[in-house]
């Protein structure tokens, strides 16, 4: 069998029924969620679920049974989706679950998936939301990436040079000396522990564009930092209206040929953050 236009999407085609890819609402199912979807598996299929990199589901059916399915998940608030060119299953941390998170990762993931999940783009584009920036979620190796980080400063009234933060710093963001946080800086927070002349100047959300994984991974180029959730939908939305109009690759081939000084200046010209 061949995949022609009025397949569903979420739907996959095999030589022995369909595999089914739920379009799944970031960070939580619920226990009727997973009755409904073991269901399925058990009475429709082979008695398998798939959990796929993108903290989606997949299960394999028969063909006669692809409205029976859909309409049961669909009772428990679950659609079919996240195949083919288009935003695809949106990826979270745990968020205010881990000790080091700094802001709600799956609130906004979720938001962004009601907005944007779903939606035709040039090819399939992936986004992954991080409540701070270690690298749990891959965040800077995706279409689009986001991450809560802190921007520090040392009160220089309140150091008192002992000396605690030097060498701290893996990679040498704190200029000890002059007292100042480097631009280097990730925005972790760990170096608050050491002393009260650290401190917390502001809380932002990064957006990177352009990464991507596979055999030859490459890292997003940083795009603004935003301070409020709407603040990142705005952005979100901006970058996918000029993905769709030039881009023709993915998002790295889009970002690498406009080059990301050239959005920056579209991004700063057509939309105001506050």
Excluded at 154 to 160: A, G, L, S
Aim: hydrophobic share 35%.
């Amino acid at each position: 069998m061949f995949c022609s236009q009025n397949y569903k999407f979420g739907v996959i085609p095999k030589k022995d029924g369909y595999t089914i890819r739920l379009s799944l609402k970031p960070g939580y199912l619920t226990s009727e969620q997973l009755d409904a979807i073991s269901y399925i598996a058990k009475n429709f299929g082979n008695n398998k679920i798939h959990i796929t990199t993108r903290q989606g589901i997949e299960l394999k059916i028969k063909f006669e049974y692809l409205e029976d399915a859909e309409r049961i998940l669909n009772k428990v608030g679950i659609k079919l989706g996240s195949t083919g060119r288009r935003i695809r299953q949106i990826v979270a941390c745990t968020g205010t679950e881990c000790p080091n998170s700094i802001g709600d990762s799956i609130k906004l993931a979720r938001i962004i998936h009601d907005e944007f999940e779903g939606i035709w783009v040039p090819k399939k584009l992936k986004i992954n939301v991080s409540g701070c920036p270690n690298d749990c979620t891959h965040y800077q190796f995706c279409d689009i990436g986001i991450c809560f980080k802190y921007i520090l400063e040392i009160n220089k009234k309140e150091c008192k040079e002992c000396g605690k933060c030097r060498g701290f710093c893996e990679i040498d963001a704190i200029d000890w000396v002059n007292k100042i946080i480097k631009e280097n800086c990730i925005g972790m927070g760990e170096c608050l522990k050491l002393c009260n002349a650290i401190y917390i100047k502001d809380r932002v959300i990064s957006i990177f564009i352009g990464g991507k994984g596979g055999k030859f991974p490459k890292k997003g180029k940083f795009l603004i930092n935003v301070k409020k959730e709407d603040d990142v939908i705005e952005v979100i939305d901006f970058i996918i209206g000029l993905y769709s109009k030039y881009g023709k690759g993915r998002m790295y081939d889009f970002v690498k040929n406009l080059g990301i000084e050239k959005i920056k200046k579209r991004l700063k010209d057509e939309i105001l953050i506050r």
